[in-house]
């Protein structure tokens, strides 16, 4: 069975700091400004008739702690019967929320919709704020195997050989595009958003100043980090290795942010039900797991298994949302698969909008569908990383 995105739509992305534009509101708050802008665009009842609600988040702790899924459909009022569903699978979140309505749907004999996404709110649930036992302990970190995502992204960038000259070209780009995307006008996926200093309708990291000469002035971030005795575990199990370069700099990072995004999608019979019209077609969806010191290399399988049950060659996507998960993976994308690099992030990535963990995937969905819509394109492709070894993608048609 086919299922369908029918609209998609996120927050914009704010700076995860007590003064960042959305640090007053609430995760679950953001979660109810989406269901509401959905509810305006497709129907109210329609979307309240939606058989479930699946939210990514990766620190369910504190403000998002408490099943923040169940938390935010009692905070937008939507009825008792709609089931709530709160998952972590780190910064792939938002995609594996996709792809878990997606399957529940394709299964279901019901005719009703589902709503999907994930959300963040960096500025009061930090990274690694969870403080999960094995970020911490020196001993159960080496049984599991354990190396924070940034360094793996300079592991990445020594076995590749980058160097931080090309890091930076990547960064740069980024910001120049997200920058003059904003310049053009407000992404019709953006739901603008009310903060202290006024209304919040981009994404606030975005730096439009951003060049290859003033990132060259900031030094690698991670030497230190990798001192205490990652360096160390990562050499031992890739022996092939001699040493760990040090090249990403803060910059080469994408920021930690707040934001939000939700997709409603479903069978042909929910549309139907509801009289909507579906925007897509998902052709394929694929989760991956692998090498927990390697960790980003698994959105690349994911990719390729996406390329592959869609039956389709890399060449025939008008759009493509590769992830941004420091400037190691994007750059790895541009060098070995040698994609258009103008249907790439074509307005701008995280390095430059900002990476709100649990969200970030699903703000990519929403990103694809209008971004075909605004190029009249017709097949998108997000690929998603996260740490310890996680990757999603997701390839669809524009109908």
């Known amino acids: 069975m086919d299922i369908y995105l029918y609209d998609a739509v996120r927050t914009p992305r704010g700076k995860a700091k007590d003064t960042g534009a959305l640090a007053s509101h609430t995760p679950h ?70 792809r878990i309505a997606a399957d529940e749907a394709r299964g279901a004999s019901d005719d009703r919709l589902r709503l999907a996404g994930g959300v963040e709110m960096m500025s009061r649930v930090p990274f690694m704020g969870d403080k999960a036992f094995y970020y911490s302990d020196p001993e ?64 606030e990291p975005v730096r439009p100043g951003t060049t290859v000469e003033t990132l060259s002035r900031m030094e690698p971030a991670f030497t230190g980090l990798g001192a205490t005795g990652f ?53 394929a969806i694929s989760e991956a797991t692998g090498d927990p010191v390697l960790q980003l290399t698994s959105g690349f399988d994911a990719l390729d298994a996406v390329i592959k049950q869609a039956r389709l060659s890399l060449s025939d996507f008008d759009r493509i949302e590769f992830m941004e998960a420091f400037a190691a993976p994007p750059l790895k994308f541009e060098r070995d698969y040698a994609p258009d690099m103008d249907r790439v992030n074509p307005e701008g990535g995280h390095l430059a909008m900002g990476h709100p963990m649990g969200a970030s995937g699903a703000i990519l969905a929403a990103t694809a569908l209008s971004g075909l819509a605004r190029q009249d394109g017709a097949l998108g492709l997000v690929v998603t990383h996260g740490g310890s070894g996680v990757g999603a993608a997701m390839a669809i048609e524009r109908l």
Request: aromatic share 2%; glycine share 10%; hydrophobic share 45%.
């Open 231 to 283: 360096d160390a575990l990562m050499l031992e199990n890739l022996p092939d290795v001699s040493e760990i370069r040090h090249v990403h700099s803060a910059a080469n990072c994408p920021p930690p942010c707040d934001g939000a995004a939700l997709a409603l999608l479903g069978s042909k019979a929910a549309g139907e039900a509801a009289g909507l019209k579906p925007k897509a077609r998902i052709l």
């Open 29 to 98: 708050a953001l979660v109810g400004k989406l269901i509401d802008a959905l509810g305006a665009r497709n129907g109210r009842d329609e979307v309240a008739r939606a058989a479930s609600l699946v939210l990514g988040s990766v620190g369910q702790v504190g403000a998002q702690g408490g099943h923040l899924a169940l938390v935010s459909r009692l905070h937008a009022g939507l009825p008792a019967r709609m089931r709530a569903l709160t998952i972590n699978n780190f910064c792939v979140s938002g995609l594996t929320a996709i």
């Open 140 to 203: 159960t970190a080496r049984a599991l195997r354990y190396v924070p995502v940034a360094l793996s992204a300079d592991l990445m960038a020594t076995r590749e050989g980058y160097e931080k000259a090309d890091l930076d070209t990547v960064t740069a780009r980024s910001h120049q595009r997200a920058a003059a995307a904003f310049e053009r006008g407000r992404l019709e996926e953006i739901v603008p958003v009310a903060s202290d200093g006024g209304v919040l309708d981009h994404d």
